[in-house]
């Protein structure tokens, strides 16, 4: 019995990682691995998840549970180190999201204000201007269409009227 024990193979165990996030990018690499921003799927909020390389399933070749924690501790000591020096909090490092934005950071999606205000009044900038590329549709078979979406406000007052 112990014969056969010794000749099984080790299988790390089982993750649910893949079924609880969504990746949605990478933010850096790590001692071990690579960090990762994902979405818990629960609670949608956002999250940096360190995942750890496992190239080999010896449990002598793996890192030791101590080295993993030493080096998340040096990683969230950076953090609160450079929080002490920049004297910003440890959360403004992260990406924005319109959740967490300033107000008016986004008056669009990801919109930038093509210029500023000074005293005399307001200074646009040409290179912070969109450049649209309109194609030529002459000649083209099929005519542009924009759908917004309405709402029917005739279409409400008659359904609350018939329910009444």
Known sequence: MVGLASTKSIRPPPSRYHDDFIEEGS??????????????????????????????VDPLLMPSTAEILTEFWK????LLFGRTFRRK?????????????PRDFYKGKNCKPPGFHTR????VQPDKLPNYV??????????PYVSQCPLDV???????????
Do not use: H, W
């Not at 005399?120 to 200074?123: A, F, I, L, S, T």
């Not at 309109?134 to 005519?143: A, E």
């Open 75 to 78: 990683m969230t000591l950076g």
């Open 134 to 143: 309109v194609p030529d549709l002459t000649g083209f078979k099929l005519k």
């Open 120 to 123: 005399k009044g307001y200074v």
């Open 27 to 56: 933010l850096g690499r790590g001692g071990y691995g690579k960090v990762v921003q994902c979405v818990f799927k629960m609670d949608q909020k956002v999250y940096a998840v360190k995942g750890i390389l496992m190239t080999s």
């Open 154 to 164: 005739n279409k409400t007052n008659e359904s609350t009227e018939a329910s009444k």
């Open 89 to 101: 909090r440890a959360s403004s490092l992260d990406i924005l999201s319109p959740k967490r934005a």
